[in-house]
C-alpha cells in the first residue's frame, strides 16, 4: 500500500511498502494488523501502481498548462494575482476585509472567493469596492478541498480584468492540498493564526514551503497564549528560510500595513 506525493520538481511518485527493499521473511502479527486496521479503516483504496501514477502526472501537466494560460491573461491585463491559504479558522477572510477596506478608492481588487459550500465568506467581503466572483467547489467540481487552475480559469470569467490591478484568489481553508496546484498565480502566501501552535511548518511543510510571504494573523490574542514566537520562527526557517513575515491581527489592523506594502508591491 502507497500514496503518491508530487515533489517541487513536478514529479509525482509513491511510497510503498515494497519500496523499502525487503521481504515478508520475518514473522507477522496479523493480530496486530487487524487491531490497526480497527483503527484507521480500510485503506485498500489507495493501492498506487505504475497506472495510477501516469495518471496524475497527466492531472498535474494538464493543470499546470491551464495555469500559463491564466497567468498570461492576467499579464496580458496588467494585474498581479495572489493565491492566498491558510487552515479553516485562520483569519483570511477576516483580513481581506481589513484589506479591502484600506485599498478602496486606490487599487482596484478583484476577489475569487473559494469555498465547498456556502456564500458566506463572499457576502462579508461585499461592500467593500472589489469585484467578487465566487466558485464553490461543491458546485460541478466534486467538492474538492482546493482551487485548481481549471477553476480560477472558470471563476476569472467572473472578473473584468480590464478594469483590475489586483486578483486575491482566496483558496479553500486547508493546510495540505492548496499548496500543490498551480493556479496562474504571480506569488503564493498564506495566513496562520498562532492558535494552531507552532509546530504547523513541520508538519505541514509543504504549504509552509510554497509560500513567498506568511501573515502571522491574531497576534492580539498573544498575551493570553503560551505561544512561542522564537520557535515557530525556527521551525518556518527549518522549512522555508526566505519567505517574508508579517505579524499582525486582522481584527484589530495592527501591522496590516506591512502586508499591505508587500501585496501591492512585492519589492517593498
Known amino acids: 500500500m502507497g500514496r503518491f506525493h508530487r515533489h517541487d520538481d513536478g514529479t509525482v511518485h509513491s511510497h510503498g511498502h515494497d519500496d523499502h527493499g525487503h521481504g515478508h521473511d520475518h514473522p507477522h502479527d496479523h493480530a496486530h494488523d487487524e487491531a490497526l486496521a480497527e483503527l484507521i479503516g480500510d485503506h485498500s483504496g489507495y493501492q ?49 476585509q481589513r484589506t479591502l477596506a484600506q485599498l478602496e478608492g486606490t487599487v482596484r481588487v478583484g476577489i475569487i472567493e473559494g469555498d465547498i459550500e456556502t456564500p458566506l465568506d463572499a457576502e462579508r467581503l461585499n461592500g467593500f ?59 503564493k502566501a498564506m495566513v496562520y493564526s498562532i492558535t494552531e501552535g507552532e509546530d504547523k511548518p513541520l508538519k505541514y511543510p509543504v504549504m509552509f514551503r510554497s509560500v513567498e510571504a506568511i501573515c502571522i494573523n491574531k497576534m492580539d490574542l498573544a498575551p493570553y497564549l503560551d505561544f512561542d514566537m522564537e520557535l515557530f520562527r525556527r521551525n518556518l526557517a527549518a522549512v522555508n528560510p526566505t519567505a517574508r513575515v508579517f505579524e499582525l491581527s486582522a481584527r484589530t489592523g495592527e501591522g496590516v500595513n506591512e502586508w499591505i506594502s508587500w501585496l501591492t508591491d512585492p519589492n517593498s
Open 48 to 96: 498506487t501502481g505504475r497506472e495510477r501514477i501516469e495518471i496524475l502526472e497527466d492531472i498535474y501537466a494538464e493543470n499546470d498548462r491551464l495555469a500559463e494560460d491564466n497567468r498570461t491573461a492576467l499579464d496580458a491585463a496588467g494585474v498581479r494575482a495572489i493565491n492566498l491559504m491558510s487552515s479553516p479558522g485562520s483569519g483570511k477572510t477576516t483580513l481581506l
Open 129 to 187: 469596492g472589489a469585484q467578487i466572483s465566487l466558485l464553490n467547489t461543491g458546485n460541478g467540481f466534486g467538492g474538492e478541498c482546493h482551487l485548481d487552475a481549471p477553476m480560477i480559469a472558470t471563476a476569472m470569467k467572473g472578473l473584468d480584468l480590464s478594469e483590475l490591478d489586483l486578483v486575491i484568489i482566496e483558496n479553500v481553508g486547508n493546510l495540505v492540498c492548496p499548496a500543490e496546484f498551480e493556479v496562474g498565480e504571480h506569488a
